[in-house]
Each structure stands twice: as structure tokens, then as C-alpha cells.
T-cell receptor, first 115, second 112 residues
Framework: DAGVIQSPRHEVTEMGQEVTLRCKPISGHNSLFWYRQTMMRGLELLIYFNNNVPIDDSGMPEDRFSAKMPNASFSTLKIQPSEPRDSAVYFC?????????????FGDGTRLSIL | GEDVEQSLFLSVREGDSSVINCTYTDSSSTYLYWYKQEPGAGLQLLTYIFSNMDMKQDQRLTVLLNKKDKHLSLRIADTQTGDSAIYFCAEIGGSGTYKYIFGTGTRLKVLA
């Protein structure tokens, strides 16, 4: 069974550039989460979608960050313009259900380095 | 607010048992999870326990939950070098919530 698929696995870009991270959730899952992981702050929830609708974006750090989910099988997280402090590993996770106790399944992440 | 705490490091010898501990503050937690993260990889769900259970066993893994003390542990029997990873404890609150509260992770090092 295919798990959560994220692309790219690694991204290195210069400060000021636009960065787009992509996620394909597990088929049939209707909840999707974007997380950021850093040594200093651990895992932070950035945004949560349910049935393609953003439910909670309170974790999005700044207006430079935006996320979309145009359909049930695809989501993007965009940073524009990027800054060195955005360097982190970004994870996408999906689960089944709303307000769900079903476990979240994580992708392998995108390791982002902003120079 | 809710908080989940774990010790940062644990070192064990191959073949011994490992016990990774976690404490949480949210008394309305319904499910508690253990995830494993290997270098360069995402979080892999290992097991989870519903809050009305005291224990759950799954092959080499045993989860113990002490709800009164808000203490969760993960025991790995016959620890192998492949078990070296970071282990995260996470909890989710009562009905109507979706947000996991993650611990800081415990880095397990298995010595050959």
C-alpha cells in the first residue's frame, strides 16, 4: 500500500526564492496535516485540512507561508519569499475521519535548506 | 496548556529490554501513540493505546498506561541495533480534537 508521498525529498534554494512542497495523502484519508520539525522547536503543526478545507491554520508562522488542497489527493505548502530560518524538515501526514482518533500516517518529509 | 515530556536519551545493550517513558498533562487524553523516527525518515506509527486500557502488547512491544499518574511507557524486548531511532510519544484529547501533542522524542541508542 502506498503511504503518504512527499516531494521533493530535499530542496536547497537561495533566500528570497519561492519554495513549493507537495504531498499526496493515503487514498481514502480525508484529513491532512502539515508539520515542521526543527531541533529547537521539535514538531509543530502548521495547518490541518479536513475534506480539502483548511480547518486550523493557526500554526502557519507568517503570511509568507500558504497551503492549498485543491482535491482529496494533493496538497501544497508554499513559502514565498523563503528565508534561512525556514530551513527545517517539513512533514505531511494524513488520517481518516474528522476530529479523529484514527492515527496519523506520516510521509518521509522534505528536507529544506534556505541559503 | 497540554504538555508531553520524555527523557532525551536512552542507551541499552543489544538483547536487553528498553523502556522509554512519557508523561502527559491532559487528563482528557483519549488515545496515546508511539512513533519511531529513523534518520532521514518520517515518523512511523508503532502502536497506540486507548485511554481505558492499561496495557497493550504487540510482538516485542509492550505499552503500559497509568492513567492516574498520566504516565505512558514503551518497552521493547530483546532490543536490536535496528531499534536505534528517536521515539515520540503523542496524545490526543477528547472528542472534537484533532491536534496531537508530541513529546520531544527519546533518542534510543543500542550498543552491540
Amino acid at each position: 500500500d502506498a503511504g503518504v508521498i512527499q516531494s521533493p525529498r530535499h530542496e536547497v534554494t537561495e533566500m528570497g526564492q519561492e519554495v513549493t512542497l507537495r504531498c499526496k495523502p493515503i487514498s481514502g484519508h480525508n484529513s491532512l496535516f502539515w508539520y515542521r520539525q526543527t531541533m529547537m522547536r521539535g514538531l509543530e503543526l502548521l495547518i490541518y485540512f479536513n475534506n480539502n478545507v483548511p480547518i486550523d491554520d493557526s500554526g502557519m508562522p507568517e503570511d509568507r507561508f500558504s497551503a492549498k488542497m485543491p482535491n482529496a489527493s494533493f496538497s501544497t505548502l508554499k513559502i514565498q519569499p523563503s528565508e534561512p530560518r525556514d530551513s527545517a524538515v517539513y512533514f505531511c501526514a494524513s488520517s481518516f475521519g474528522e476530529n479523529s482518533n484514527q492515527p496519523q500516517h506520516f510521509g518521509d518529509g522534505t528536507r529544506l535548506s534556505i541559503l | 496548556g497540554e504538555d508531553v515530556e520524555q527523557s532525551l536519551f536512552l542507551s541499552v545493550r543489544e538483547g536487553d529490554s528498553s523502556v522509554i517513558n512519557c508523561t502527559y498533562t491532559d487528563s482528557s487524553s483519549t488515545y496515546l501513540y508511539w512513533y519511531k523516527q529513523e534518520p532521514g525518515a518520517g515518523l512511523q506509527l508503532l502502536t497506540y493505546i486507548f485511554s481505558n486500557m492499561d496495557m497493550k502488547q504487540d510482538q516485542r512491544l509492550t505499552v503500559l498506561l497509568n492513567k492516574k499518574d498520566k504516565h505512558l511507557s514503551l518497552r521493547i524486548a530483546d532490543t536490536q541495533t535496528g531499534d536505534s531511532a528517536i521515539y515520540f510519544c503523542a496524545e490526543i484529547g477528547g472528542s472534537g480534537t484533532y491536534k496531537y501533542i508530541f513529546g520531544t522524542g527519546t533518542r534510543l541508542k543500542v550498543l552491540a
